[in-house]
């Protein structure tokens, strides 16, 4: 029987008796290869330093979107303004066009105050009290205003009657006022929704009573954003109440969380369709002591319930949502001083 030959032993041998062993040399990498290799290292240093940039610029406002309780039906949005992409807490529910009521006179107050701004403190311009607002306010089918034809009220007060009592009556009137007819008061409506940027609303009256006004909370976000800069809207939704014309009678704000947990404005809206729906905003202190502002909007609680109880839900949300987000505001700092 031959022997058996273990080929590998026969390579191995081979190699190792091949010749005298040369001592061995380290190659070193030619000009190019070691700038490639050292572009290659560079790159993924960088690769890791974004890594590492997104991981911090974002984590807070994860942790933030989690510290707070969010609804657990419709839509909400809140940003935290002079943080960065920190204070945008994020959105929750879905977020799509659904009804928003009389939220959509704040678009109203926001097209009014562009057309016809006011100085810190003025009344502005008086308009004349028609037929048609006069015989609504007393309809009782919808949220109006007390007012009587030939009466004589200021840009100012009638900002007033719309946005704290929300008249309906009111919004038709100050759309007549400013463009002639309602339809193109709200084509402007909708011109300046485009303009903000909010691609996921439409307009289809001054007041909000039909519910083709639609819109998502993160485009009403836009809009309390660039509303809130304006003095004369501010000073107006955070008045408590304001009297009817020619009466003691004081109407009181929709917006029942006013002068709480730093509540400073906002808008109640709510119908059958709508549900409930609040836009607001806040003044909290951050953990250096600085006031941040906060402007939230919540939509769509318990729609296809009575207004009442829409509206209700919405404020009940709101506060819960408005006291986590205090909270988290009070735990964080960024240099930059208040914001106003």
């Known amino acids: 029987m031959p022997p058996i030959t273990d ?16 001592p061995s040399r380290r190659r070193y990498p030619g000009p190019r290869v070691a700038a490639a290799w050292a572009a290659g290292v560079v790159a993924v240093l960088v690769l890791v330093c974004l890594a590492y940039v997104r991981t911090d610029d974002h984590g807070p406002q994860v942790r933030a979107a989690q510290s707070v309780s969010w609804p657990a039906e419709g839509q909400a949005s809140v940003q935290v303004e002079g943080l960065g992409s920190r204070g945008e807490l994020s959105k929750s529910g879905a977020q799509r066009p659904v009804p928003i009521a009389s939220v959509t006179k704040v678009m109203t107050a926001y097209v009014i105050l562009r057309d016809c701004p006011l100085k810190a403190g003025s009344a502005g311009p008086s308009a004349t009290i028609d037929e048609q607002a006069a015989d609504e306010s007393v309809s009782g089918v919808e949220s109006t205003a007390q007012v009587s034809e ?18 309906n009556n009111i919004a038709r009137l100050l759309a007549r006022w400013d463009s002639g007819t309602e339809d193109a008061f709200v084509a402007k409506m909708n011109r300046a929704a485009r303009d903000l940027g909010m691609r996921h609303t439409t307009y289809t009256d001054a007041s909000g009573i039909s519910p ?5 909370a993160g485009d009403q976000l836009r809009l309390a954003r660039q509303v ?72 769509h609680q318990r ?29 964080t700092t960024r240099e930059g001083g208040d914001v106003t």
């Open 212 to 216: 083709d006004n639609t819109s998502t």
């Open 150 to 167: 030939g009466q004589r009220l200021s840009q100012r007060r009638l900002l007033e009657l719309m946005l704290i009592p929300s008249g």
């Open 7 to 22: 080929h590998r032993t026969e390579t191995l041998s081979l190699v190792g008796t091949a010749g005298p062993r040369l």
């Open 228 to 299: 809130m800069r304006d003095a004369t809207f501010r000073s107006v939704v955070a008045k408590p109440g304001t009297e009817v014309p020619g009466t003691q009678e004081t109407l009181r704000n929709t917006n029942t969380l006013l002068g709480r947990d730093g509540v400073i404005g906002g808008k109640t809206g709510s119908s059958t369709p709508a549900g409930g729906n609040l836009m607001w905003a806040i003044v909290a202190p951050d953990r250096d002591g600085h006031d941040r502002l906060v402007l939230g909007v919540v939509l």
């Open 303 to 331: 729609a296809d319930s009575s207004p009442e109880q829409g509206l209700e839900s919405a404020l009940d949300t709101s506060r819960t949502l408005i006291r986590d987000v205090r909270q988290w505001v009070s735990t």
